[in-house]
């Protein structure tokens, strides 16, 4: 079992940058893909960012080339920089995990981003 917490969300004008950081209670090495989901009220949670061991990230288009995803396995760790948001990225976010050997799915409990416009 991993526990997953995260932390970094908050309110912010548009325009502005918020960094999420995604802790992981073991090692995330045997994880094979480490995302981002968010979810907007009234809406369905939707994949914002994902990174696939030895693959390179795939990004949602709404949020390529103002979004980066990244991992540091040393710090059991999966970050995303999210930079010029906007008030529509306004949602709450979620850090997901997914192990393929016994089909693991980890989810975090979410942390609220909120972009003023």
């Known amino acids: 079992q991993v526990q997953l917490v995260e932390s970094g969300g908050g309110l912010v004008q548009a325009g502005g940058s918020l960094r999420l950081s995604c802790a992981a209670s073991?090692?995330?090495?045997?994880?094979?893909?480490m995302g981002w989901y968010r979810q907007a009220p009234g809406k369905q949670r939707e994949l914002v960012a994902r990174i696939i061991s030895g693959s390179s990230p795939n990004y949602a288009d709404s949020v390529k080339g103002r979004f980066t995803i990244s991992r540091d396995n040393a710090k059991n760790t999966v970050y995303l920089q999210m930079n010029s948001l906007k008030p529509e990225d306004t949602a709450a976010y979620y850090c997901n995990a997914q192990a393929y050997l016994g089909g693991f799915v980890y989810w975090g409990q979410g942390t609220q981003v909120t972009v003023s416009s």
């Open positions: 073991k090692s995330i090495f045997a994880i094979n893909v």
